[in-house]
């Protein structure tokens, strides 16, 4: 039973550039969340998604947003790159969005030049 | 709002002896708690968590945490460490409401354990 798949594993961008990551949840969950994680830092909560809707944001500009599909898989989008996204990206997994069982993914490092 | 404090960033010990990782939290309503360890790398793995009921908590690999909530307080210890026991280690809050359960977590800035032989 594979837990949860992100991709890519790592990426480089530069300035003003968009990017979109990617998650597959572990099978059977159908809730989707996304953390930030910079350097040294511990993870912020992004958004999370359930049911194909963003039930829950954090902090973060518009130019985050996401995206999830029928099958649960889940998108982050990021545009206008700044040197400040540069950070580990982990999606998380759950079955239900109330439900305090997190799966995380093993991230995707993003370096913004 | 949630706010977690995990005063020691870096914890050297030496193999086979006991640790205590210090976490404190803020909030203005009722929190889970919970401790994950990240190991070089690799996501994020739950060790334990406190949701109701006994105070102390077992976890994964020998850790347990006590819940005080007197002192706001949910530090994780483990009374034997091993070198594989080097990670960083993030305790987190969740905001907690009856009628919405589960809600985001909120994670410290981590502490790294660092085992030595």
């Known amino acids: 039973d594979a837990g949860v798949t992100q991709s890519p594993t790592h990426l480089i961008k530069t300035r003003g550039q968009q990017v979109t990551l990617r998650c597959s949840p572990k099978s059977g969950h159908d809730t989707v969340s996304w953390y930030q994680q910079a350097l040294g830092q511990g993870p912020q909560f992004i958004f999370q998604y359930y049911e194909e809707e963003e039930r829950q944001r954090g902090n973060f500009p518009d130019r985050f947003s996401g995206h999830q599909f029928p099958n649960y898989s889940s998108e982050l989008n990021v545009n206008a790159l700044l040197l400040g996204d540069s950070a580990l990206y982990l999606c998380a997994s759950s079955e239900g969005a109330t439900n305090e069982k997190l799966f995380f993914g093993s991230g995707t490092q993003l370096s913004v030049l | 709002a949630q706010s977690v404090t995990q005063l020691d960033s870096q914890v050297p010990v030496f193999e086979e002896a006991p640790v205590e990782l210090r976490c404190n939290y803020s909030s203005s309503v009722s929190v889970y708690l919970f401790w994950y360890v990240q190991y070089p790398n690799q996501g994020l793995q739950l060790l334990l968590k406190?949701?109701?009921?006994?105070?102390l908590v077992k976890g994964i690999n020998g850790f347990e945490a006590e819940f005080n909530k007197s002192q706001t307080s949910f530090h994780l210890r483990k009374p034997s460490v091993h070198i594989s026991d080097t990670a960083e280690y993030f305790c987190a809050v969740s905001p907690y409401r009856r009628s919405t359960g589960f809600q985001k977590l909120v994670f410290g800035t981590g502490t790294r354990l660092l085992v030595s032989p």
């Open positions: 406190y949701l109701s009921g006994s105070t």
